[in-house]
């Protein structure tokens, strides 16, 4: 009984959910004044649980998802890495920079998958602003870390967003003829990404990483309890939805 309530209780007093407790308190005092502010704060109650609550993340991302299976038995010539997230001013084992988690995760994914191809990897990531660090340098020094051979690690440093990615990564397998690209990248992100490399005309056989949702995922009575993770989720999700009407708006873009 007390793990439970230990369980129940916790993510209410984190947040989101003590913003969540903030407004629904606030609501019940101005409640007896029958103003609109009391509505309004029950309104803000409601939408912060309802945008950090793990089915409303698992809604926005299956559908980004959905259509992009990892490879059985992939075939290629090089590894297209996309970057993502960094902390590029952070102190790390090996310099000056360090992958955000969703980043991470295409560095290991990549990484396992050259073992097994024995293919280059071609990262890809600029500087999105100028006092940003290049992802792509980072990504190398981390690969090497991992045990990638640094001959075998191609940077892109140029590309400030997905379509600079693909508009670049495109440019260098002209130049070096790979014919066969696999893209990794988080699978949330490769709808928008196998948008970006058809638009430039580069194939590449879709490789994802990072996947939240799966086929008969199971919820339970904690998956409706508000939590950090599933709101950045939820935002993430947004994220490649804004992205996508984007393109349709400017599809060369």
Known sequence: MLFFLKKSITPFLLPPGIFIVVFLVSGWILGGKKNKAAWLCLGMAGFIWIFSVGPTADFLMRRLEAGFPIPNNPKADVIIMLGGSTFDKAPDLSGIGAPGPGTMERMVTA??????LGVPILASGGNVFAHDGSSARLAKRFLVDLGIDDEKIIVEDRSRDTFENARYSKAICDHYGFKAPVLVTSGYHLKRAMHCF?????????????LTTWPHKELTWRSFLPNAASLETTAEALHEWLGLLFYQIAPSS
């Open 111 to 116: 990484a396992r998958l050259q073992r097994r």
């Open 198 to 210: 058809n638009q430039v005309g580069l194939k590449v056989v879709p490789f994802p990483c990072g």
